[in-house]
T-cell receptor, first 108, second 114 residues
Framework: DAKTTQPPSMDCAEGRAANLPCNHS???????VYWYRQIHSQGPQYIIH???NNETNEMASLIITEDRKSSTLILPHATLRDTAVYYC?????????FGTGTRLQVFP | EAEVAQSPRYKITEKSQAVAFWCDPI?????LYWYRQILGQGPELLVQ????????DSQLPKDRFSAERLKGVDSTLKIQPAELGDSAMYLC????????????FGPGTRLTVL
């Protein structure tokens, strides 16, 4: 299973864009990149996923490099409620293998 | 919006006692997952069901853990006997089908073993 590398923590000012990086250099051609987040003491929440093309939904944008070895999750206007642990996961055959994620702290 | 339901939300038990957790997936979701999350770590898959059948329980400690999904809808995860190291969050997730379908998580059950 492809592994992912994320910074352990990041800060972001409220109202600014939060850009969360993820390296997945061993990803294979049929593996999706998924992003989930987990707010304290809650279950993980699905954010977005993609295979090759960039994706956008009401929560975030996902930018995947052309070689697919890294990706960036963008929260365009971070709010205090976006403070959470963000997990980047490479999914293969419907299995999600979580790492320790990036703890994003949004400050006023 | 449909959600995965779990109960109880919190459970405190003494070691060597039996505990059980219940999960009701989103209606129509064929695949159900149980995860365990130790504090400070990401969730780890324990067992995966496709309808009523177990498709992956390779990480389930079968000497003390059991899981069932008898009618292919709701599911129960049991620990007997509980040990101190079982203190964790137990999460249930469901997805519509199997391959590459988004998993939706419930709120979890936080277990404390004293």
């Amino acid at each position: 299973d492809a592994k992912t590398t994320q910074p352990p923590s990041m800060d972001c000012a409220e109202g600014r864009a939060a850009n969360l990086p993820c390296n997945h250099s061993t990803i294979s051609g049929n593996e999706y990149v998924y992003w989930y987040r987990q707010i304290h003491s809650q279950g993980p929440q699905y954010i977005i996923h993609g295979l090759k093309n960039n994706e956008t939904n009401e929560m975030a944008s996902l930018i995947i490099t052309e070689d697919r070895k890294s990706s960036t999750l963008i929260l365009p206007h971070a709010t205090l409620r976006d403070t959470a642990v963000y997990y980047c996961i490479v999914e293969n055959t419907d299995k999600l293998i979580f790492g320790t994620g990036t703890r994003l702290q949004v400050f006023p | 919006e449909a959600e995965v339901a779990q109960s109880p939300r919190y459970k405190i038990t003494e070691k060597s006692q039996a505990v059980a957790f219940w999960c009701d997936p989103i209606s129509g979701h064929a695949t159900l997952y149980w995860y365990r999350q130790i504090l400070g770590q990401g969730p780890e898959l324990l067992v995966q069901f496709q309808d009523e059948s177990v498709v992956d329980d390779s990480q389930l400690p079968k000497d003390r853990f059991s899981a069932e999904r008898l009618k292919g809808v709701d599911s129960t995860l049991k620990i007997q006997p509980a040990e101190l190291g079982d203190s964790a969050m137990y999460l249930c997730a469901s997805s519509l089908l199997v391959a590459s379908d988004t998993q939706y998580f419930g709120p979890g059950t936080r277990l404390t073993v004293l």
